[in-house]
């Protein structure tokens, strides 16, 4: 196909109004403010096992070095292989089942860790458009791009690992800064409102219109 005849217009998303501050969100949950919480929100397929090691077992090391963090897993269900990583934070490892309204998880999060070994890009967006900083991991060669993380804006402004090592220290640096959590929640926001929301959106889509009438 020719490029020039291949048009890229981005997923129309309904921007979320919050019924809820980040510290009510908290409380509704059960979690001190001063905590700050990592959520992920996927099917729970997306969290299979690499191995023996499961998705809760990448977050150990993390955790123990910052205790004023934890993990809620959103999806996932309870796992049992999951419980020597549970036992080794404290329980600051939290497993949910899937649940058809996980708004209160997003409004609550400080930070949005995507799903692995399978990226959930509708998740990942879904958080954008809260404007939390997003982190995700790709460990696979360029030639298999199209399972990262690649919406338009997103892929810009999201901290992509490429490692464990990459990815603790991704989250690290969230944890460690909130400036560094606002200024990334800011450059996510920006791009949701320059491609995503409705009136961008039908913009992008006049030009998709105006390119194929030219063509």
């Known amino acids: 196909v020719d490029p020039a005849r291949s048009l890229l217009l981005p997923t129309l998303i309904t921007l979320p109004e919050r019924q809820r501050t980040r510290a009510a969100a908290k409380r509704a949950l059960g979690i001190p403010d001063e905590e700050i919480l990592l959520v992920s929100v996927a099917r729970g397929a997306k969290y299979r096992n690499v191995g023996p090691v499961t998705y809760a077992d990448r977050h150990v090391d993390l955790l123990a070095a910052h205790p004023n963090a934890r993990l809620i ?3 996932a269900g309870e ?3 999951w419980a020597p990583a549970q036992a080794a934070t404290g ?3 939290t497993a949910c089942p899937e649940q ?4 209160v998880f997003f409004e609550a999060a400080d930070i949005y860790v995507d799903s692995y070994p399978f990226v959930s890009s509708t998740s990942m ?3 954008a458009a809260y404007g939390l900083p997003l982190v995700t991991r790709f460990e696979a060669p360029e030639a298999a791009e ?3 993380i690649n919406h338009p804006g997103l892929d810009a402004t999201a901290r992509v690992a490429r490692d464990q090592s990459e990815y603790e220290a991704h989250l690290t640096a969230l944890i460690n800064d909130a400036e560094a959590r606002q200024a990334a929640a800011a450059g996510i926001s920006a791009a949701i409102a320059r491609l995503y929301a409705p009136a961008s959106w039908l913009a992008g889509l006049d ?3 105006a390119q194929a009438q030219a063509l």
């Open 207 to 209: 030009a998709v219109f």
């Open 100 to 103: 058809a309204d996980p708004r």
């Open 91 to 93: 329980g600051r490892i």
């Open 146 to 148: 199209i399972v990262a």
């Open 79 to 81: 796992r049992a292989d």
């Open 125 to 127: 967006l879904e958080a």
């Open 73 to 75: 897993v959103v999806g």
